[in-house]
Structures are given as structure tokens and as C-alpha cells.
């Protein structure tokens, strides 16, 4: 897995329409599926008072990617290990 922290804005579009303004945390490979994903939030804060965060696929070879859609529960358990790792980091600092 290769992992590589960003911090680029980018713009998706909700269910209606709306323009909603994300900042990337980061992208990685994962050599368990072979897909590349992009982590990102859109800064809201859910009801427990943390920062949403989400996930997507994405081909990083294309200029302007198109995000698509986590399809299975073994990319769910990658990409949550990969956040629980990351969790676990940051509160030994």
C-alpha cells in the first residue's frame, strides 16, 4: 500500500445539485484490490463532534478523476484498517 497525503480542495455535487467544497486527507493504492482510493471530508461534523470523512475510488492517471463508489465490504475493512491505523498514530503523539 502506498499512501500519499494531500491537501488539495475539490468541489462534488450532493444528491441535489448542490456544489459541496471537500479538502483530500489523502490517496492511496491498495495492493489488496488494486484500486486507487481518495479519503477526503467536506468539514462537517457529525453528531458525536467528529469530522466526517468518506471515500472513493479513483484513477489517478486522469486529469480531472471522477470519484466512484466503494463496491464491496472487503474495500470497506481496507479502507477502515487503514483509518484505524492512522487513528492510532495520531493519539500516540
Given at each position: 500500500?502506498?499512501?500519499?497525503?494531500?491537501?488539495?480542495?475539490?468541489?462534488?455535487?450532493?444528491?441535489?445539485?448542490?456544489?459541496?467544497?471537500?479538502?483530500?486527507?489523502?490517496?492511496?493504492?491498495?495492493?489488496?484490490?488494486?484500486?486507487?482510493?481518495?479519503?477526503?471530508?467536506?468539514?462537517?461534523?457529525?453528531?458525536?463532534?467528529?469530522?466526517?470523512?468518506?471515500a472513493?475510488?479513483?484513477?489517478?492517471?486522469?486529469?480531472?478523476?471522477?470519484?466512484?463508489?466503494?463496491?464491496?465490504?472487503?474495500?470497506?475493512?481496507v479502507?477502515?484498517?487503514?483509518?484505524?491505523?492512522?487513528?492510532?498514530?495520531?493519539?500516540?503523539?
Amino acid at each position: 500500500m502506498q499512501e500519499k497525503n494531500i491537501n488539495n480542495e475539490f468541489e462534488v455535487f450532493n444528491d441535489l445539485g448542490e456544489r459541496i467544497k471537500c479538502n483530500a486527507l489523502f490517496t492511496f493504492e491498495s495492493d489488496e484490490t488494486g484500486k486507487n482510493y481518495i479519503v477526503y471530508t467536506d468539514n462537517t461534523i457529525d453528531d458525536n463532534g467528529n469530522k466526517k470523512v468518506y471515500a472513493s475510488t479513483f484513477d489517478p492517471k486522469e486529469e480531472n478523476p471522477i470519484l466512484g463508489s466503494i463496491e464491496t465490504d472487503e474495500e470497506w475493512k481496507v479502507i477502515e484498517n487503514i483509518l484505524n491505523k492512522l487513528q492510532e498514530k495520531r493519539e500516540e503523539k
